[in-house]
């Protein structure tokens, strides 16, 4: 059974780098889109970006700037780092997989980090 | 702000169907039939329900039902149970940009 563990560090200060790492387990890695998603507390689903196993990648326009998703197939895993950090990216992250074939479709979840950003 | 319209709360009475609608434009919803819907408990990550405007993963009781008009999605859940009681959000593929995925901003489903 397919499973995502992600970590990575839970507080920062302003102006610091975020980064998040996930790995997967129990089934195939490539052949499969990997998707970064945050929701704020209390709020909506925001999407990320995405990679796939050749690195072939689609980042979110409003957060094309900051952000780098990065693979290690060698791994299984994926990352995202986010530059420049406020307290409006305070959010619960979470990498999931994309259904193949499918758009905006995502089966398989992480648990989810909690990520606070304040001085 | 979100980029697709949901109403904030729906309700029903365990064995009622409801139905919460995901509006949009023609540049997603309407032009392009990349509709998902989620559910999410407090506290859990979203669960996918349905995919591609009306289809089912595995495992999804066909309880759960997508369809589309024009630029509004819906998703139809009959048979309310319980547990159906979280909230709901809707995915489109967003064609103006290069590849882009926006979210509704969730809809809050009470089981009374």
């Known amino acids: 059974q397919v499973q995502l563990h992600q970590w990575g560090a839970g507080l920062l200060k302003p102006s610091e780098t975020l980064s998040l790492t996930c790995v997967v387990s129990g089934g195939s890695f490539s052949g499969y889109y990997w998707t970064w998603i945050r929701q704020p507390p209390g709020k909506g689903l925001e999407w990320i970006g995405e990679i796939n196993h050749t690195g072939g990648k689609n980042y979110s326009p409003s957060l094309k700037s900051r952000i780098t998703i990065s693979v290690d197939t060698s791994k299984n895993q994926f990352s995202l780092k986010l530059t420049s950090v406020t307290a409006a990216d305070t959010a619960v992250y979470y990498c999931?997989?994309?259904?193949?074939?499918?758009?905006?479709?995502?089966?398989?979840w992480g648990l989810g980090t909690m990520v606070t950003v304040s001085s | 702000q979100s980029a697709l319209t949901q109403p904030r709360s729906v309700s029903g009475s365990p064995g009622q169907s409801v139905t919460i609608s995901c509006t949009g434009t023609s540049s997603d919803v309407g032009g392009y039939n990349f509709v998902s819907w989620y559910q999410q408990h407090p506290g859990k990550a979203p669960k996918v329900l349905i995919y591609d405007v009306s289809k089912r993963p595995s495992g999804v009781p066909d309880r759960f039902f997508g369809s589309k008009s024009d630029n509004t999605a819906s998703l139809t859940i009959s048979g309310l149970q319980a547990e159906d009681e979280a909230d709901y959000y809707c995915c489109s593929y967003e064609g103006s940009h290069t590849f882009h995925l926006v979210f509704g901003g969730g809809t809050k489903l009470t089981v009374l």
């Open positions: 999931a997989r994309t259904i193949v074939g499918a758009t905006g479709a995502f089966d398989i």
